[in-house]
């Protein structure tokens, strides 16, 4: 699931990636994954959970090298339109900074004319995500600790952060 950027991919106008300080609006992204020719879009949330492997978070902190995330993003986008030529749209976008249990810290949208593509297009879209976007969280724990976590090695341990 690694993804190789040899040469920067062009972003297409009709798609919208972001890396942002400001709250993600469900609706906002739904909007941008809309197209007349669409009989689905597939949302994913990812949101700010409560506990880590039975340990409390109080809260989660997000930073991300955003040049190089973008660029993955937009790589995520034109490897499943390789994959399903008939996406129309993709919409991702990931917050930084920190937030509070119950916020949202990534939406990841796909429109396509049917469900089994955009279902599969939008899970391709958060795995290669988290596998290979630049983005790094801290968690905070209830005890006052807290330790920085690589959402790649998340994955790769199996913990699904």
């Known amino acids: 699931m690694t993804i190789t950027l040899a040469s920067p991919t062009k972003p297409r106008s009709e798609d919208s990636f972001a890396i942002t300080l400001a709250p993600l609006s469900l609706e906002e992204i739904y909007a941008k994954a809309e197209d007349p020719a669409n009989g689905a879009v597939v949302v994913m949330s990812g949101m700010v959970r409560n506990q880590t492997d039975g340990k409390p978070v109080v809260a989660l902190e997000y930073q991300a090298y955003e040049p190089m995330a973008l660029r993955v993003f937009y790589q995520i986008a034109a490897d499943i339109r390789d994959r399903w030529s008939d996406v129309n749209r ?25 469900r089994r593509e955009a279902f599969d297009a939008c899970q391709y879209a958060i795995d290669t995500l988290k596998h290979n976007a630049p983005v790094w969280k801290k968690e905070h724990w209830l005890d006052g600790s807290s330790s920085w976590v ?9 913990n699904n952060c």
């Not at 249990?101 to 396509?112: D, P, Y």
């Not at 690589?150 to 199996?158: L, Y």
């Open 90 to 114: 993709v919409v991702i976008y990931h917050r930084i900074g920190r937030l509070q249990i119950g916020e949202i810290s990534v939406l990841v949208a796909v429109g396509c004319p049917h």
């Open 150 to 158: 690589s959402i790649g090695a998340c994955e790769a341990q199996g």
